[in-house]
């Protein structure tokens, strides 16, 4: 079974940049497609991006596109989100998650492994 598990949340103001990082506990890393999610209070937890395993094709929610970058380094059986222009409303838990699918999923129920999640809050 694959542990992940996230590091780099914070507190950041308005327009700052953060980097997540999602590590993994085996090479097995390299076979998964990789997501991040976030979940504000009282709100479901939604898709931010995901990377298919070579790490050639990604995917973003139209609320981060152009500020967030997801990337992978599988010599590593690292995963990250870089985070800037950071907005209010990106406050949330941020989760990586990963799928044994071998194309991009926007869906959490289509995950198999969950880290145990970060804080981000950005302060206005």
């Known amino acids: 079974q694959v542990q992940l598990v996230e590091s780099g949340g914070g507190l950041v103001q308005a327009g700052g940049s953060l980097r997540l990082s999602c590590a993994a506990s085996?090479?097995?890393?390299?076979?998964?497609?990789m997501g991040w999610f976030r979940q504000a209070p009282g709100k479901e937890r939604e898709f931010v991006a995901a990377?298919?395993?070579?790490?050639?094709?990604?995917d973003y929610a139209d609320s981060v596109k152009g500020r967030f970058t997801i990337s992978r380094d599988n010599a590593k059986n690292t995963g990250y989100l870089q985070m800037n222009s950071l907005k209010p409303e990106d406050t949330a838990v941020y989760y990586c998650?990963?799928?044994?699918?071998?194309?991009?999923?926007?869906?959490?129920?289509?995950?198999?492994?969950w880290g145990q999640g970060t804080q981000v809050t950005v302060s206005s």
């Open positions: 085996d090479r097995t890393f390299s076979s998964y497609t």
């Open positions: 998650a990963s799928t044994r699918a071998v194309f991009l999923i926007n869906r959490p129920i289509r995950y198999d492994y």
């Open positions: 990377i298919t395993r070579n790490g050639a094709s990604t």
